[in-house]
């Protein structure tokens, strides 16, 4: 990550009340001299980890080249724009979202391409929107499955006298957003037909992680390819080549798959949406990206598979029990919805560098500000002493951050990144 | 809540970029004009009904001012200054906070007495308090539970010049922090006696909320009563009155009952600490408060309870099946770690006011940015339509909003609450 940015301009300061830092200008951070481990930053305190995320950013760059696809990250995950900024340089095409607010961050920031992977819902919303594709040079797409949002949006950006480039959203049963059914897909195509000109149909998105075996999802996927060819064929298309979207960040080995298998050759392009590749986790995503490291042909051809990039740095407070350590680390700091935070590093401020922490170290539970640590009696584990833990949901880690550290392999803090949720 | 605050010099501006709400001036927000139901506000947001939160903040001071004790509300729940300035305003000693971060905040917003719930540990975690206690109007606690941390605390503060003011955390076994039993109690006595002057032990805590049933809380309060009797008698604290505390959001009726009986008099000042009165939820704490109302003497002979005072607004964005309604409002804008948000009112732009919602709508799951309301085939709902979701824990839906909105019984937007996690 570089210091100085295109963002130069925008909010560079980090205010003195944010968690984890402390005053500072972001540009400022690398001549600070602060350094992790002697304890220049208050923990508890998220921490990047540059050479994990550089590589991290490589390896999803280099499958998604492979295949010959377009990386749309998902960038509701971090909501820090030096990180889409990274992530637009290593090659993506644009950077997924999926709210009006998020959209208009990205934007702020300079992004200006963007997939609003959501339907775009209410007056307020819909102002914000508009108010930013009034700018030719910005590039935006949102889904759309119902006759009334279709409605609501020819209204509303007729009135403003705007273009609107809307994806197909389709669904499957029990599933999330998306039409069902052909039925339901008619009553959308004609309420787009009526629209035509203000409302745009330039393709076709899918969300395959509400589905969770690999059986049916590539069942759903093949249907969404059948779908954009029909619909190809019947020039539904404001324009070719159309665009096809899937994958989150757990099966976008078998999106990208399915996609390029299906021969759209020109008339459309493919855009994946992984969302959590840039930090990684030890929980489901490390699951699946075990299974991706087995089963698909390039992820297998590649040296190595993605890396947990992101810790949570925190202080034994109290050890009351000889079987419990208490951490000053809570569900205010790290993800406890998908699996609780592993303690990784254990570093006794003081000593040469941190220690891997023994396995039968275990998070058993999280309170607000709490985390309590199962050892065992007579472990060498003191008061003071500071843990690295691995995270298992990186979006609901992120949005506990205003601020988060950047450090190098020597834990010198050479960067800050802000978050905007 | 007052307009004008003592804080005006304090970072009075509200970014463009916080979700919620939009760029302005939080001194701006009442002249804005504007009014939720009109869709002014970019939904999600989190919006506090004021008159509610007036109630509950009579309510829960009435309820301590008859037992003659001291209320500091933890205000790790909301992180919201202009919340902390209100309560001190409506008779609050002081505020609770978890972390040295938190406590630098409060001391920035000009609140002057702190007791921080939670042990000091870390070099930096230090630095942010003796910066800050080197204030001579700033009255500052920690806590201390262990030789190791008490050892690191007199070593900073004397090298720093400065003193210190602990309270004795008491714990339970299986419980948080605190010590566990006399002989650890006795071996944290004489630290402290080797830090006098340094590390100045004011009084005793505990925090119950660690046990469930409430034999077990009384006999863990009577515990307490009984040690700062003997600390008391044994003249081990640096001065009188000695501070005993204790009481999270669920059992302060029973810790106010225990403490007032224990006839400290003027030996002892007695400060609970519940923190979730304030917006109050439809969870855990609504439970309780069913408890408190018809269990505690002084409750029942109050006219009404605590009242539910923030609502999460979203809008329906799509309804794929007859029995399903997907809202945009996930994880990322709700607590959803003691049950899911509880679709309360209803509301379709341009119609007179909300209705309350059938009893049959019910949430069945949050994405990060998609809940998923179970209707039942052909219930009057509409994409587009606004739904205002009661919440199940206040502290970790506080977290997700950097600016919360506060409309009055009109849903006019008096009034803006910026966070400060």
Same mark, same amino acid.
């Given at each position: 990550?570089?210091?100085?940015?295109?963002?130069?301009?925008?909010?560079?300061? /980090?205010?003195?009340?944010?968690?984890?830092?402390? @005053?500072?200008?972001?540009?400022?951070?690398?001549?600070?001299?602060?350094?992790?481990?002697?304890?220049?930053?208050?923990?508890?305190?998220?921490?990047?980890?540059?050479?994990?995320?550089?590589?991290?950013?490589?390896?999803?760059?280099?499958?998604?080249? $492979?295949?010959?696809?377009?990386?749309?990250?998902?960038?509701?995950?971090? !909501?820090?724009?030096?990180?889409?900024? /990274?992530?637009?340089?290593?090659?993506?095409?644009?950077?997924?979202?999926?709210?009006?607010?998020?959209?208009?961050?990205?934007?702020?920031?300079?992004?200006?391409?963007?997939?609003?992977? &959501?339907?775009?819902?209410?007056?307020?919303?819909?102002?914000? /929107?508009?108010?930013?594709?009034?700018?030719?040079?910005?590039?935006?797409?949102?889904?759309?499955?119902?006759?009334?949002?279709?409605?609501?949006?020819?209204?509303?950006?007729?009135?403003?006298?705007?273009?609107?480039?809307?994806?197909?959203?389709?669904?499957?049963?029990?599933?999330?957003?998306?039409?069902?059914?052909?039925?339901?897909?008619?009553?959308?195509?004609?309420?787009?037909?009526?629209?035509?000109? $203000?409302?745009? !149909?330039?393709?076709?998105?899918? =969300? #395959?992680?509400?589905?969770?075996?690999?059986?049916?999802?590539? @069942?759903?996927?093949?249907?969404?390819?059948?779908?954009?060819?029909?619909?190809?064929?019947?020039?539904?298309?404001?324009?070719?080549?159309?665009?096809?979207?899937?994958?989150?960040?757990?099966?976008?080995?078998?999106?990208?798959?399915?996609?390029?298998?299906?021969?759209?050759?020109?008339?459309?392009?493919?855009?994946?949406?992984?969302?959590? =590749?840039?930090?990684?986790?030890?929980?489901?995503?490390?699951?699946?990206?075990?299974? /991706?490291? #087995?089963?698909? +042909?390039? @992820?297998? &051809?590649?040296?190595?598979?993605?890396?947990?990039?992101?810790?949570?740095?925190?202080?034994?407070?109290?050890?009351?029990?000889?079987?419990?350590?208490?951490?000053?680390?809570?569900?205010?700091?790290?993800?406890?919805?998908?699996?609780?935070?592993?303690?990784?590093?254990? =570093?006794?401020?003081?000593?040469?560098?941190?220690?891997?922490?023994?396995?039968?170290? #275990?998070?058993?539970?999280?309170?607000?500000?709490?985390?309590?640590?199962?050892? @065992?009696?007579?472990?060498?584990?003191?008061?003071?002493?500071?843990?690295?833990? &691995?995270?298992?949901? +990186?979006?609901?880690?992120?949005?506990?951050?205003?601020?988060?550290?950047?450090?190098?392999?020597? =834990?010198?803090?050479?960067?800050?990144?802000? $978050?905007?949720?």
């Amino acid at each position: 990550m570089r210091v100085e940015s295109k963002r130069a301009q925008l909010e560079e300061t /980090i205010g003195p009340l944010n968690k984890g830092i402390g @005053a500072l200008k972001e540009v400022q951070i690398a001549s600070c001299g602060w350094n992790l481990l002697r304890e220049d930053v208050s923990l508890p305190a998220a921490v990047l980890y540059r050479d994990k995320i550089a590589h991290n950013l490589r390896w999803m760059q280099s499958f998604i080249d $492979t295949y010959g696809v377009k990386l749309a990250p998902h960038g509701k995950t971090t !909501m820090a724009p030096k990180l889409f900024e /990274i992530q637009l340089e290593g090659g993506a095409w644009g950077i997924t979202l999926a709210t009006a607010h998020q959209v208009q961050v990205a934007y702020a920031h300079g992004v200006r391409r963007v997939l609003m992977a &959501n339907e775009l819902v209410g007056r307020r919303n819909m102002e914000v /929107i508009a108010d930013i594709v009034a700018d030719p040079k910005f590039e935006f797409y949102c889904l759309v499955d119902s006759l009334a949002n279709i409605d609501q949006l020819g209204r509303y950006f007729q009135e403003r006298g705007l273009r609107l480039k809307v994806l197909l959203e389709l669904g499957v049963m029990g599933g999330r957003c998306g039409v069902r059914d052909d039925a339901q897909l008619s009553g959308v195509i004609k309420a787009l037909e009526r629209w035509r000109g $203000t409302v745009d !149909m330039c393709g076709v998105e899918l =969300y #395959e992680g509400v589905l969770k075996d690999e059986e049916n999802i590539r @069942a759903f996927l093949r249907r969404g390819c059948d779908v954009t060819k029909q619909l190809l064929r019947d020039r539904m298309f404001e324009h070719t080549p159309a665009l096809i979207s899937g994958a989150g960040s757990a099966w976008y080995d078998v999106v990208a798959e399915e996609f390029a298998a299906a021969g759209f050759g020109d008339a459309a392009e493919i855009v994946l949406r992984p969302g959590c =590749y840039l930090t990684h986790d030890v929980g489901n995503y490390e699951t699946q990206q075990q299974r /991706i490291l #087995e089963s698909n +042909p390039v @992820a297998r &051809n590649m040296r190595s598979g993605l890396v947990p990039a992101l810790h949570v740095w925190a202080y034994v407070q109290s050890i009351p029990e000889p079987e419990l350590a208490v951490v000053a680390m809570g569900r205010r700091d790290a993800a406890f919805d998908s699996g609780l935070p592993r303690p990784a590093l254990h =570093y006794r401020p003081g000593e040469k560098e941190p220690r891997t922490t023994p396995p039968n170290w #275990e998070t058993t539970k999280l309170m607000d500000q709490h985390g309590f640590l199962k050892i @065992a009696a007579g472990d060498d584990v003191q008061v003071g002493d500071m843990l690295g833990f &691995n995270i298992s949901h +990186p979006c609901l880690t992120f949005d506990k951050w205003r601020v988060l550290a950047v450090v190098d392999e020597k =834990y010198d803090v050479v960067d800050v990144v802000k $978050t905007y949720f």
